[in-house]
């Protein structure tokens, strides 16, 4: 086995760092284009009562994951019958056109054309998403996919931050709509110009006829992931973290301001706290594995999730009853408040136990699929995610607006499920418990 040079010695390797900086300023540029726009909504930019930000708002994310569901298996597709790193250049030029549209769309404020953006910036996520897990193996040892992918999960969250950040940032000052194109445009060019360094990836199946039809197609990927039911399984899991991390961070601006009675401003700190915790959590569980793809971790990170989202019910609850007096709390008042930097520990940890949970399902989907049916597994992957995700949006408005639950009592149902969730998981792939055991004990 080649010794690793310590845990970002990917880095300094040409078959990683282009890549690895092309997905960094993919995410960098959906999330900054994309809060941008909803600052703009909300703020009152382009709509003139609340009802219609709030239709704005929702037809947004809608528009973001609708190409998920469209074009997922097209990508996956294409992803297995051509080279990935030619798919990759021509995708991110698309991102240099999409934002020329997106800067103009910006500088007049048209909502229709800024929607159609987003729309765009979703559909080229969606033909990028098969190609980027799936590319990974191509250039990495299988002792180095632990530390890949823990990487690209760290500058995915990391650049999420970023974006959503700036973008909120930005189009606050007087010409910010013209600060976010001229980013915009800055961060397309540069990824594009990252993806033209990205080492070849001959594909090893030319052969396939390809097929338009989302609904069969998706049917014949996910029969390529139940040929190994571990796999599936690992998918279904992975669905599954997107759907539990979606609720909290959906909820996080409500319960930054009517829970905790924080300033909008804590949102921002609140919103850190958990994307910070994966990007540790997932670097963390590289170091763990030890170079290994690492089953054990799963159920580590899985009980973290629960032990954390438990907690944060009683630390919010806590923090209410200790501090019923607060009001427009700044962040730098909120740590100074009884029970706070509780509440802010649960939320990184939580994060962190997903870093743990999330890295070794990739892993495991890439060591276990076969090279040329690798990108339309993971196509069906994300088809998977998406659903889970919009169900979790349901299951949020469910619990929170019909059935009337306070977001603490949320959050504490989302962990029972999370821990109904574990024990179904280790009774289907008994492999998981004992692969955690054996590592446990070592």
């Known amino acids: 086995m080649e010794k ?5 010695y990917l880095f300094g390797q040409r078959r990683f760092l282009p890549f690895f900086a092309t997905q960094f300023l993919g995410a960098l540029n959906d999330n900054l284009f994309k809060n941008a726009l909803l600052v703009i909504v909300v703020s009152g930019g382009v709509s003139a009562t609340a009802s219609d930000a709030n239709f704005l708002t929702n037809l947004a994310a809608g528009l973001f994951i609708l190409p998920y569901f469209l074009f997922s298996t097209t990508a996956g597709q294409l992803a297995d019958k051509y080279d990935k790193a030619w798919l990759i250049k021509r995708i991110k030029f698309a991102e240099i056109l999409i934002m020329l549209v997106g800067c103009y769309a910006l500088l007049t404020k048209n909502v229709g054309m800024m929607m159609g953006v987003l729309f765009a910036l979703g559909a080229q996520s969606a033909f990028f998403g098969p190609i980027k897990y799936a590319i990974i193996p191509q250039h990495l040892a299988t002792h180095e996919l632990m530390s890949g992918n823990a990487q690209v999960g760290m500058g995915t969250f990391v650049s999420i931050l970023l974006g959503t950040l700036l ?16 980013l915009a445009m800055l961060v397309a ?19 396939i006829v390809l097929s338009f039809n989302p609904f069969t197609e998706t049917l ?32 996080v601006p409500n319960f930054a301001v009517t829970v905790l009675q924080g300033h909008p401003t804590l949102i921002s700190v609140l919103l850190g706290a958990f994307i910070v915790g994966v990007a540790i959590g997932s670097v963390l569980c590289a170091k763990l594995s030890k170079g290994q793809v690492e089953p054990g971790l799963i159920p580590i990170g899985a009980i973290g999730l629960t032990l954390f989202s438990t907690d944060i019910f009683f630390s919010s609850n806590a923090y209410q009853l200790a501090n019923p007096a607060a009001l427009d709390v700044l962040p730098l008042q909120f740590f100074t408040l009884t029970s706070a930097l509780r509440v802010f520990f649960d939320l990184t940890a939580i994060g962190l136990f ?14 276990r699929t076969a090279s ?21 949006a349901a299951v949020g408005i469910v619990c929170l607006s019909v059935i009337q639950m306070s977001i603490p009592l949320f959050f504490l149902t989302v962990s029972l499920a999370n821990l109904v969730f574990l024990c179904l998981l280790l009774w289907r792939v008994p492999e998981f418990k004992t692969r955690f055991l054996t590592w446990r004990i070592q």
């Open 354 to 367: 997903g870093g743990i949970f999330i890295v070794p399902l990739y892993a495991l989907v890439q060591s």
């Open 220 to 251: 014949r990927n996910f029969r390529f992931a139940r040929e190994d039911m571990s796999v599936f399984y690992c998918i279904v899991s992975i669905s599954w973290f997107w759907l539990f991390g979606g609720s909290f961070l959906t909820q």
């Open 4 to 8: 690793q040079q310590g845990q970002f």
């Open 372 to 392: 040329n049916k690798r990108a339309r597994v993971l196509a069906a992957n994300n088809v998977l995610n998406a659903l889970f995700m919009v169900a979790g």
């Open 167 to 182: 973008g909120a940032w930005l189009v606050s000052y007087d010409q910010g709509t013209l600060l976010v194109g001229m």
């Open 189 to 207: 060019v540069a990824g594009w110009l990252s993806s033209c360094q990205i080492p070849p990836a001959p594909a090893d199946s030319g052969e």
